[in-house]
């Protein structure tokens, strides 16, 4: 006879008291009097399993309510304990870099690490951002009001209204959320920020991102860049030579032994084709072709002083008319890094080269007279034919960490641009940017910092403009 559960039945219960009424009425039945004892025993032995049998059954429905209490119990109490404390991601011990894709560092003062749970799921959820404004005083002429885009420096005297700017265009908010599963960790990135050339706060969305296991798809920073090398400087746009791209893609990325990983990818392509000289743009009747995405691919060797990643691009551009058309390979390699030189330093760098990658660099992709030269991709050359105009671009910043609460970066970068003898004569040639500043953070969740900046550039034809700029932003975290 199986013992009963002394926490789940009392023995003088009803259910007890019903089983001994059970058991003397089966003695006193006609049927139980008139046989012999054995048939007797044999009957109330049968009776006594059957019974047994019953109250099992009763228990295993009584523990199976009780369970499902305490489950509506936990799903009652659990949006009421919303935050769990999760684990932080890998960091360097001068600047809280992330080696997988995540952000600038200047965007990197800290926040706890805590999570929403959503309820009756496994789903945590964290909602994050920063309330920024940038102060900024320009010495020269700059269309990019709101960013120190050397690729938009005026050739023009007094082309711009005023010289000051209040803006809080790198405000941003972010959602993440990480589901486990059993094809691997599931993530998801919906951001954006309120940046506007003019200055003026408005929606920029910038990732779209999710990931299941090794797969990732939606629109985030391309294979081809790399985020993590991105100086620690205030301002938005980044170095001019800065290989920085954000467009919609797929992508498998395997992690090794030692941090290290590769990545390949395909992204949506956007030829950027150069206009040829002496044509009216809005006259030209032409497409541009894009038949076949980009296609990226990566590898990222991590050491104990930092990493380098080398990256590939393969593109297929083309372009087409009422009479002709034609395509051209293009092809890029960019070379990135960090190397903590001791525990005060870090150098932070970029050399890029390729043909066919102009869309890709910060000042190429966004030159300010684009409308009238088109842009660095490919044009046509002295024989009509489609040709990848060649570009070369680099960077090199030190960081410095002058204690807890103050650091410091300063570098220079130059990109230089093979122009083709049919384009424009303002086409973009080459450009020059330079930053220095000084970072204080009062607390792990708020920054003040000011930043000198310089760039100079120059066109096909030899035109020459430059632009200094002072800078002061405030940063809140949340």
Known sequence: MVPLNPNRRNPFSPGSKALG????????????????????????????????????????????????????????????TTV?????????????????????????????????????????????????????Y????????????????????????DKTLLNAGQSKLSFRSHTPTEHGDMTTRFEFDMFDGDGKADFNLTHLWGELGNWGAGQTFS?????????????????????FARHPQIRYRRSLDGGSSWAVG??????????????????????????????SASYTYQFDQGYIKT??????????????????????????????LDYSHSLKF???????????????????????????DAGLDGNGELTAIGAKAGFIYLDKQWNDNYTSSFGISYVDIDNIITQHPLSFNNSLYS?????????????????????????????KGDNFRLQTSFGFKY
């Open 350 to 376: 970029q050399l890029a080269n390729g043909e066919g990658i102009g869309r890709y660099l910060n000042d190429p992709c966004c030159h300010y007279y684009a409308s009238v030269t088109g842009g660095s």
């Open 138 to 161: 320009n010495d020269g002429e700059m269309a990019n009001r709101g960013a120190f885009q050397t690729s938009s420096i005026l050739f023009d005297e007094d082309a711009s209204d």
């Open 435 to 463: 930053t220095v500043n000084l970072i204080y953070n009062p607390t792990i969740m708020s920054r003040l910092g000011i930043e000198l900046q310089y760039g100079e550039l120059q066109n096909y034809q030899g035109d």
């Open 223 to 243: 294979g081809f860049m790399d985020i993590n090398s991105f100086p620690n400087i205030l301002d938005y746009w980044g170095p001019s030579a800065m290989v």
């Open 21 to 80: 009424l059970a058991l003397t009425a089966l003695l006193l039945s006609p049927q139980v009097q008139g046989a012999t004892v054995e048939e007797r025993l044999a009957a109330l032995e049968r009776r006594i399993a059957e019974l047994e049998r019953q109250l099992q059954l009763k228990d295993a429905e009584i523990e199976r309510q009780l369970t499902l209490k305490d489950a509506e119990i936990e799903a009652i109490k659990r949006p009421l």
């Open 266 to 295: 395909i992204e949506r392509s956007d030829a950027d084709l150069a206009l040829p000289v002496n044509i009216d743009p809005e006259s030209l009747n032409y497409s541009e072709q894009n038949d076949w995405p980009d296609a």
């Open 84 to 136: 769990k404390t999760q684990t932080e991601e890998p960091t360097s011990k001068l600047n809280g870099r992330l080696y997988q894709e995540y952000e600038r560092p200047s965007y990197r003062f800290k926040t706890p690490p805590k999570s929403i749970f959503l309820s009756d799921s496994e789903t945590t959820l964290q909602i994050g951002g920063q309330i920024w404004l940038d102060a900024i």
């Open 311 to 340: 990256a590939l691009l393969l593109r297929y551009l083309g372009y087409k008319t009422t009479q002709q058309e034609d395509k051209v390979w293009g092809w890029g390699i960019n070379v990135t890094g960090t190397y903590d």
